[in-house]
Nanobody, 119 residues
Framework: VQVVESGGGLVQPGGSLRLSCATS????????MKWYRQTPGAERELVAR????????RYADSVQGRFTISRDNGNNTAFLQMNTLKPEDTGVYYC?????????????WGKGTQVTVSS
């Protein structure tokens, strides 16, 4: 099983980034996909999730209206489009493939990609 994030980097406030999550080794279309972020000094936060079929998405209040999660079941890849980025969006972003919509029991995690929002 592989879950590999990419697309992180340094961006100025107000800018955009698109994170990708390439997966293999499991039935991607059967898994819900989620993006978590870990910010220094704060608890890990679930920022966005999308159901296995792609029809339902949910966002943390802190990113609602700025981030968009999507998935391509044909290419076993998930995405997180991040717009109007703020310094408080800085952190390590983790992609998670999970069988459970609410908890992370029976899930696969990537190693994370760093996002830094700074001028």
């Amino acid at each position: 099983v592989q879950v590999v994030e990419s697309g992180g980097g340094l961006v100025q406030p107000g800018g955009s980034l698109r994170l990708s999550c390439a997966t293999s080794g499991f039935d991607f279309s059967s898994y819900h996909m989620k993006w978590y972020r870990q910010t220094p000094g704060a608890e890990r936060e679930l920022v966005a999730r999308i159901r296995s079929g792609g029809g339902v998405t949910r966002y943390a209040d802190s990113v609602q209206g700025r981030f968009t999660i999507s998935r391509d079941n044909g290419n076993n890849t998930a995405f997180l489009q991040m717009n109007t980025l703020k310094p408080e969006d800085t952190g390590v972003y983790y992609c998670v493939a999970g069988r459970n919509w609410i908890t992370e029991v029976d899930s696969y995690w990537g190693k994370g990609t760093q996002v830094t929002v700074s001028s």
